[in-house]
């Protein structure tokens, strides 16, 4: 079955007066799944690719890379039968966020392409198609189990069924309401930030410093200043409004923004690159800090309506509707939400520090003292205080407490066997085709292989 791709040279050089091609093999066929072909290049790629994220292969990687590649393949078969398409602008955002990503942790793009052996064009093109088919991988398994439900009597026979040792620990789990404000910032310390971006653009325009150099040196934006201030293309919608403003106002690749004032701090600004409706640009942050009596006074401030809440004089819901600044709680009655799960329950490590640390010896009902954090949505400093609304130990998963989290146990359950069963079903129903030289492999669907 074995077929292989050849490049040819011309080597008129070697016999004078005569054209005669040699052959060099580029790349091998090693796999067929229906009409698609998988290459050694595509495997060794993702090898490549596998072995930079730090992402463990559990065995032999010339066994189980084909193998992905393949079931791969037989549900995007599918998924074209089913017309199923997925957006390109959100395939190009994946890929230039993954791109920033790579560049920033290898060091430059230069560094990148001798990794991957690609310049960055093909670099770009094949994680477009891996990331495009990946989307349509996903919409393709979430339509197969669409339609699977579970009943309660369901869940409970499966409970009932698990071993002790294969019943889940619920790890202690806190719902927290909070009440905090941002300290007002001086006008002197906000025309010191201004004044120190205006040296920087001075520097900048008249050619005696580099805009990447001020940036790993100054900006505040720990994870751009690492390259430079780059961000990688993004939309407009992902970029804060005042900034998005003056990013896609920019022209000219040599100037420099106007200081820009966002949530986050004080920004200036220089095109790098415009590509249809996406930019990348890079940016220097500063923020301003807020003096050590203005962080007094709003300690202060708080420690006298925490007074007034545990003295009944005022309940906690009414102090965050007069008092509180956090915009992701105030109109929900304090409660922190869980931007990971969802939902108001945090585990705590998945809680702020400052606030994990202020919590975690504290009973429910009880009000904290004041503190200060930051603030993880604006990184800003703030300060707060926190009431425990519920509390729940460290447990074994039972169905009075802990139903939701058994259900999901079990529909995943169900959504992973048939899937597993629609895979068996469709190698049966699709032409494979193995070069013997990869056919020696313990594979997870032995049906590949046909008698």
Request: proline content about 4%; some cysteine; hydrophobic content about 35%.
């Amino acid at each position: 079955m074995k077929k292989i791709i050849f490049s040819f040279v011309l080597l008129s050089s070697i016999f004078p007066g005569k054209m005669v091609a040699q052959k060099n093999i580029i790349d091998e066929v090693i796999w067929v799944v229906g009409d698609e072909s998988i290459l050694k290049s595509e495997v060794e790629e993702e090898r490549l690719r596998a072995q930079y994220e730090g992402t463990p292969i559990q065995g032999d990687p010339y066994c189980i890379i084909p193998e992905q590649i393949a079931i791969q393949k037989l549900y995007l078969h599918q998924a074209a039968l089913d017309s199923i398409t997925v957006s390109e602008s959100a395939v190009m955002n994946q890929v230039e966020n993954q791109l920033t990503y790579v560049i920033s942790q290898i060091g430059s793009k230069e560094k990148m392409e001798e990794y991957f052996h690609k310049t960055t064009t093909e670099i770009r093109d094949g994680w477009r198609d891996a990331i495009r088919n990946q989307q349509i991988i996903q919409q393709m398994q979430q339509k197969l189990v669409g339609n699977l439900k579970s009943t309660p009597s369901e869940v409970r026979r499966f409970f009932n069924h698990l071993s002790v040792d294969s019943i889940p620990t619920v790890p202690a789990e806190v719902e927290l309401q909070i009440i905090s404000f941002e300290p007002p910032v001086s006008i002197e310390e906000i025309n010191r930030i201004k004044d120190r971006l205006r040296d920087f653009t001075e520097r900048i325009n008249n050619g005696t410093a580099d805009f990447s150099v001020l940036a790993r040196l100054y900006s505040e934006d720990t994870e751009s200043a690492k390259r430079g201030g780059e961000l990688g293309f993004m939309g407009r919608g992902q970029l804060v409004p005042e900034f998005a403003s003056a990013a896609f106002n920019l022209l000219d690749t040599k100037k420099v923004s106007r200081i820009v004032q966002t949530e986050f701090g004080y920004h200036i600004i220089q095109l790098i690159e415009k590509r249809g409706d996406r930019i990348n640009c890079r940016h220097i942050l500063l923020k301003p800090r807020v003096s050590l009596a203005e962080k007094d006074k709003a300690i202060h401030v708080l420690d006298s309506i925490s007074n007034l809440i545990r003295e009944d004089k005022l309940t906690f819901e009414q102090a965050v509707m007069n008092f509180s600044q956090d915009k992701n709680s105030v109109m929900n009655a304090g409660l922190m939400l869980n931007q990971k799960s969802g939902n108001s329950k945090f585990e705590y490590q998945n809680l702020p520090p400052e606030v994990a640390k202020v919590v975690y010896g504290m009973n429910v009902g009880e009000i904290s003292k004041p503190f200060s954090m930051i603030d993880p949505t604006t990184n800003k400093e703030v300060v707060a205080i926190v009431k425990v609304k519920s509390k729940v130990e460290n447990h074994k998963a039972n169905l009075m407490d802990d139903y939701q989290l058994i259900k999901t146990i079990f529909d995943n359950k169900q959504k992973e066997e048939f899937l597993k069963n629609w895979i068996i079903k469709k190698q049966k129903e699709t032409y494979i085709s193995i070069d013997p030289a990869w056919q020696n492999c313990k594979f997870q669907y032995p049906g590949w292989i046909k008698k």
